[in-house]
């Protein structure tokens, strides 16, 4: 008898759509834990205290490249034998180690207990530990909690879960504003509030901001822009409290940072000329920018497997601005809400896939032979012996690369794999 599993179904998910091919089967992704990388360098007064084993600990060592003698706002709280065993009280162990580290590290005003797989195997409530924490800690230290493991997630989630705990939080406001959703760079942040503050939008506001601590509010008056499209799970919570929803091509490359800047300017009344008299000089340095790479990249043939969920935006930048030919477009999870306007973008031809089934796709690309695979770290080097070009999709996560000043930056990342292959050519 088949394993209903390893059946690919291919459906359409209503009039009109393009039709997905999911994937169920073995998967190959890092877990959310990933995200506390980039999560506390931009949460400058967060630690985030994974509750978890050594293999989670080396996980964030290793991702961040930080030694602990620098003492970065990350670690592990060791689940031991005796822990998962139930033969000791893991609640008054971390309890004890959540005050001591408070009190060694006094600069903290947000502690993030972050769930693992092990923490959830032996089912150790971390929302009811935080909820103890604060009746001990508020008012100078909030804790809250969410679920880094990668039992069902992928790793881009991780970012969701820790921005969605801030949306109970949130107080109330009647007045007019524009969040930005999703984690930036500072530099990236900068960028964008400049640009809003000239097309004539002053009362922005982001999420994250750069303090954990500083939580803004939402209201019915609140328009949100989403940053990030796998920040799906975070945008609902808000739109729930009452704020709407702005669709538009995420900022990666000229074209889509375009889009998602004229969403906003359209919401809030800017007209053509003002967006214009703003936004085109970094248009045609972001254009200039993407023309140096351009000859490197045309007409390359595009293989995504599924790994961080920025897999639709990037190949619509790809295709459209850079001339890449799309064969497969593989993405964990496919959140229409939050990239509708990127689907409507991607060419009829190239297949698009929800989901993971490693052996089925591996087989895929070797079949196709495509001129560069955009995959995970573990497949990454199989690949390359195998004489296919690739390039890591967590290097996408970890590097600035929205807006228009970041759309070279972001192509040179795909045109490094040939240009590397030309130098060491015989």
């Known amino acids: 008898m088949s394993n209903l599993h390893d059946i690919p179904v291919t ?14 089967g073995q998967r190959e992704v890092f877990c959310g834990l990933t995200g506390i990388v980039w999560l506390h360098r931009k949460l400058q ?23 602990i003698f ?29 005050v001591t580290l408070l009190e060694r590290r006094p600069e903290i005003r947000t502690l993030f207990l972050v ?43 991780g970012e969701d879960a820790a921005l969605r705990t ?28 400049r640009q809003f503050e000239q097309m004539g939008i002053a009362d922005v506001v982001f999420l994250p901001g750069r303090r954990a601590s500083d939580v803004p509010a939402i209201g019915p008056n609140t328009d949100l822009l989403p940053a990030q499209p796998f920040n ?11 704020a709407r929803l702005l669709h538009a091509p995420y900022p990666f490359g000229a074209e889509g940072t375009t889009a998602w800047l004229e969403a906003a300017a359209r919401a809030w009344g800017v007209t ?3 967006f214009d008299a703003v936004t085109a000089p970094a248009r045609a340095r972001a254009e200039t920018a993407l023309a140096r790479q351009r000859p490197l990249l045309a007409g390359r043939s595009l293989f995504m497997l599924p790994d961080s969920q920025l897999e639709p935006s990037l190949a619509r930048f790809l295709h459209r601005e850079l001339g890449m030919r799309l064969i497969e477009v593989g993405t964990p999870f496919l959140d229409r809400q939050m990239v509708s306007e990127e689907l409507a973008l991607l060419p009829e031809d190239a297949v698009l896939s929800e989901g993971q089934h490693l052996e089925r796709q591996l087989a895929r690309v070797r079949a196709a032979r495509p001129d560069l695979t955009v995959c995970g770290l573990g497949l990454a080097n199989p690949l390359e012996a195998e004489g296919l070009a690739t390039k890591w999709s967590i290097e996408l996560v970890f590097s600035p690369i929205h807006g228009y000043d970041q759309a070279g930056d972001l ?16």
């Open 11 to 24: 459906t359409r998910s209503g009039c009109g759509e393009r039709p997905v091919l999911r994937e169920r």
């Open 45 to 67: 007064d967060a630690f985030f205290l994974v509750v978890g084993s050594r293999t989670c600990a080396h996980l964030i060592q290793s991702a961040a490249g930080v030694m």
């Open 70 to 98: 620098a003492e970065p706002r990350f670690g592990t709280a060791i689940l031991t034998d005796r822990d998962l065993a139930g033969m000791a009280d893991a609640n008054d162990e971390l309890d004890r180690l959540c």
């Open 115 to 157: 769930g693992s797989c092990p923490s959830e195997v032996i089912k150790l409530d971390l929302a009811r530990a935080a909820e103890r924490l604060n009746a001990r800690l508020l008012p100078q230290v909030r804790v809250l909690s969410y679920s880094g493991s990668g039992i069902e997630t992928t790793f881009t989630q």
């Open 166 to 193: 801030f949306v109970p939080l949130m107080p109330h406001t009647d007045a007019r504003q524009l969040m930005v959703v999703g984690c930036l760079p500072d530099v990236v942040e900068d960028q964008f509030r």
């Open 232 to 242: 799906g799970d975070t945008v609902r919570a808000l739109v729930a409290r009452g």
């Open 272 to 274: 053509p000329a003002a």
């Open 411 to 426: 192509a040179e990342l795909f045109a490094r794999p040939f240009a590397r292959r030309a130098r060491l050519a015989v």
